[in-house]
């Protein structure tokens, strides 16, 4: 008997004894699929959704990041993708984490024992694959390089893939810069905050700062600098219209926005929580040379053009960015983060990693750090990446997702990469699904401008 055909015969036998559910766990069952909920011993919750017609492939979904009291599980990443999954016959699973926040040291468990219970009830899939969104991504990438042996292969969408480390650091750059340049002489914390109300005090200090700047020519080339420093897109939402080329005044109010956002989401309440898990300041800028950085970022003609039009000196701010005081980070917070969230590159089974062009929250550079740490550790031909020409953080079609995860089969099936230009991604996609976007594009990321990872554990300190 084949593993797939043992796995759909455990199949219709947990169908007939759904009655028998774990007290753990609940099941309702409908003529085309059994929906399963459950707690892990963690106190994590978990969901399962197998199709009567199940293929014999498991998707193993890890969600992004989530805060506050609501930390439901979920098995997919939208409802429009799932329904087309659950036609194709793919069971799909996953779980909240025990907690929220920066939770790689549970996520990583809590998934890896969702798969566990998902074999125990149904039997061994023929095929798992994990894939994840954002901060899942992450969590994905970490179970791809430390747990090969229970999965077959993995996808990466709009992923944090360039690790822990780096994004801290990467996030750090662009509110020091808008401290220096902006308020440098406020009572703005920017890393040890002690609690989310002191987090909340600062993001509405600061941002309060970026909003005034933003009334005059001087202050919006400078909000553009650190705009730069975190290469944020000028085109960053789907809502937005999408700038000329050289219409440097749209492009940087496009950014403001983000910047805005970054303040709300990431720079602060977030980076509290992490801190706290780390136990200290896990970035630094100590040695940057932001000179030196702005002439790597993806935005850096629209600052130059933007100073020019202020009438400002871009080399008087970049030195008295160079001037400032710096962070240093506690070591043993970096540590802690390099080794739960960071990345070797050593990938054994293969990945495809897919990011929109106009990402803000995690800007598209951090595929070329993958690539960097992949490369580096001879694990490049089981890297793929592909691009999308869209706006926003993980605004992926229905018929995008699908594509990339057939061309991951395909590639598990043939031992080949095939099929991964865009031309037949957007094939594959229109396939898939005709009445949502087909947008994957031929595109080559500007260099990350803080990479870290295991292998290069020294950059930019």
Partial sequence: MTTGTRARTSLAAALLLAVTALPTSAVAATPDTTHVDGQLPSGATYMMDVPAHWNGTVLLFSHGYTSGPANPAQDAPDDATKALLLQRGYALIGSSYATTGWAVTDAVPDQLATLTAFT??????????????????????????????????????????????????????????????????????????????????AANALTSVVDSAQTTAEGRARIALAAALHNIPVWNQPTQTRPAATDWDAQQANQYEAVKGLLKIAAFNRRQESEARAGGNMSWNTGVDYARLLGQSSVRKEVTELYRKAGLSLGADLAALNRAPRISADPDAVAWMARTSAFTGRLAKPQLSVHTIGDALVPVQTESALKRAVTAAGSASRLRQAYTDNAGHCTFSPAEQLAALHTLEDRLSSGEWTGTDPAALNSRATKADPSTPARYMPYRPTPYLRPYDLAHPADGR
């Fill in 120 to 201: 125990e009830r149904f039997g061994t899939a023929s095929r798992t694959i994990a894939w994840g969104r954002s901060y899942g991504g992450l969590v994905t990438t970490a179970i791809a390089e430390r747990h090969p042996e229970r999965i077959d292969g993995s996808i990466s969408l709009c992923a944090l893939v360039h690790g822990g480390v780096a994004n801290w650091n990467n996030t750090l750059d662009p509110v020091f810069a808008l401290k220096t340049l902006l308020a440098p002489d406020a009572d703005v914390p920017l890393v040890d905050i002690p609690d989310q109300a002191a987090a909340n005090d």
